[in-house]
């Protein structure tokens, strides 16, 4: 299983999303989270679809985690540069 994002664009209306929910778990998909205008499930590609048709204006893409390494500071370059030494 994979986890997909289902986000309304249009709107952050509360009731909005918890109809949305009850859409989605009435088709056998597990809703992991709700937030405004959006709702993270988990469900096959092939479950994601059907929520995608039975939930019109609402758009929806595989969850990506991405992780930003921070760049070292002058002073970390400085200390390993004299370590290197």
Do not use: C, N
Request: proline fraction near 6%; glycine fraction near 4%.
């Amino acid at each position: 299983m994979m986890r997909y994002v289902f986000y309304f664009p249009l709107s952050v209306d509360p009731k909005l999303v918890a109809a949305a929910k009850k859409t989605a778990k009435d088709l056998g998909v597990t809703v992991l989270r709700t937030v405004a205008g959006s709702m993270l499930v988990e469900a096959e590609a092939s479950e994601a679809a059907l929520v995608a048709k039975a939930l019109p204006g609402w758009q929806y893409s595989v969850e990506s985690m991405t992780h930003r390494i921070p760049e070292r500071t002058p002073l970390q370059r400085a200390r390993e540069a004299r370590q290197a030494t």
